[in-house]
């Protein structure tokens, strides 16, 4: 197939982005599975209980999106190093263990009972398993840090034999952090505070620290190819939004801590650093808004201008301002666990992760398979795809932030009602997030289909 790629290598990305969003699906429809549960608790069981959907609908998200960044990774790195990627032949038998060793995870989840897939996987030599994030079996998560170790050692071989730009060696530094915090994900002491503690340095620290940083990398290089801005412009303001990530993310890990036993110094700590989280976000969306204002082509890829400008919206939205909702330890103490966290934690994952693989895929695809960008009309479908799932996860999160608030006065400050009475209250928010959800997944169906749409204005020169 002819393609318009500069180096030949970078193909490689081509089965990543498909595995991520075949995953994405995957968890997308185990997600309305558990938001059917909320309303019908009898679907599907006993053949796939709440817990087991939850385990399915969280995994997967964590396992297509990095196969999202690995393929994100092995398609700019190439371009920004100016040479051909170290190990090709590498990339590709990596991406069958790692995709290997996902579907069996999930197949484990689901047919297998949870403690005899531990004792099958040898946890009693090494007990990894069991916590919320980080169920995978132990020799998994040994498969996911070999993966990664190798993934590394391609990316890195590139960029030290090729160019250094500000964009490489942000992705690379994201991209290192991921793979040793993922390291925490082995060290399980018995006390639960200990426990706790490092268990947010991965889960925390992934999401509200080096994960910013392959985003901040990842959108620096599409806005580079789409609006012919001078890189050194778009450099300064990486080096700023990187910064005041790293600092907000990993002091604000404090605001974990509030009631899990830690010493009380970290509540101030939290609370000052968490406030300071949603700056790096907003930064972006003024970020990538500026360089769009400024653009010096007029790149015929709309539909992933589009993406990338919503990254900075609805990142800034949901990691920003629904994060700072909860984050003070007066608010937290009321809403910790309830459905303002699964508000949160929706937004935040669509807006900055989710929508910046999308935004990568939708650039790269079209070049991978021969055209600058996609037809007039491929490009409407995929808008409309933006629109479909954008839309609908604000009113997700809407909704569970309706269902979190009424929760926080019936069960902890008002009403005291127990639990599962309260959730009976709680219904038509849960119905509403129902629909809502299904019409984000027909949103990723018209997103799937867009790369299908013919047109006769395809653009094939670069």
Excluded: C
Aim: hydrophobic letters at 55%; charged letters at 10%.
């Amino acid at each position: 197939m002819t393609t318009l790629v500069k180096y030949q290598s970078q193909l490689v990305a081509k089965p990543y982005f498909i595995a991520a969003i075949g995953l994405f699906i995957g968890q997308i429809l185990f997600g309305l599975i558990m938001g059917l549960q909320y309303v019908w608790g009898d679907f599907l069981f006993p053949e796939i209980p709440f817990n087991v959907a939850r385990m399915v609908h969280t995994n997967l998200l964590i396992v297509w999106l990095l196969f999202g960044f690995f393929g994100a990774a092995y398609y700019l790195v190439p371009e920004e190093a100016e040479r051909e990627l170290h190990s090709p032949k590498l990339a590709l038998a990596l991406f069958w263990i790692f995709l290997v060793a996902g579907v069996l995870t999930i197949l484990g989840y689901l047919f297998v009972p949870y403690a005899t897939l531990a004792e099958m996987t040898g946890n009693d030599l090494l007990p990894t398993m069991g916590r919320e994030f980080l169920e995978q079996p132990t020799i998994i998560k040994i498969g996911i840090a070999a993966v990664a170790l190798g993934f590394l050692y391609n990316i890195g071989m590139t960029i030290l034999g090729g160019r250094k730009t500000v964009v490489n060696i942000i992705l690379l530094t994201g991209l290192i952090g991921l793979a040793v915090l993922w390291l925490f994900s082995f060290y399980n002491p018995e006390n639960l505070v200990l426990d706790k503690m490092f268990w947010w340095w991965v889960v925390h620290l992934w999401v509200e620290g080096v994960w910013e940083l392959i985003l901040a990398a990842i959108m620096a290089f599409v806005l580079i190819k789409t609006t012919g801005i001078d890189r050194e412009v778009i450099d300064k303001w990486l080096y700023v939004i990187v910064a005041a990530a790293l600092i907000s993310g990993i002091l604000g890990t404090g605001h974990h801590y509030y009631f899990i036993g830690t010493p009380e110094y970290w509540q101030p700590i939290g609370g000052i650093f968490s406030a300071m989280e949603p700056i790096p976000f907003f930064m972006m969306t003024l970020f990538a808004f500026n360089m769009v204002n400024r653009r010096r082509r007029d790149h015929p890829n709309k539909a992933t201008v589009l993406w990338a400008m919503g990254t900075g919206v609805l990142a800034f939205l949901g990691a920003g301002v629904w994060g700072f909702m909860h984050t003070l330890a007066p608010v937290n103490y009321y809403t910790h666990g309830t459905q303002i966290t699964a508000a949160h934690g929706h937004m935040a994952f669509y807006g900055a992760y989710v929508m910046i693989v999308l935004t990568i895929i939708s650039y790269a695809m079209p070049i991978m398979r021969g055209r600058e960008a996609n037809s007039k009309k491929a490009q409407a479908v995929e808008m409309w795809s933006f629109w479909l799932m954008s839309v609908s996860m604000v009113f997700i999160t809407l909704f569970l932030t309706g269902a979190g608030i009424l929760q926080v006065w019936l069960q902890r400050m008002g009403e005291g009602l127990p639990f599962m009475q309260v959730q009976d209250q709680l219904q038509i928010f849960y119905w509403l997030r129902t629909i809502s959800g299904t019409i984000f997944m027909i949103g990723l169906i018209v997103y799937v289909w867009s790369f299908f749409v013919k047109g006769d204005d395809v653009v094939a020169t670069d």
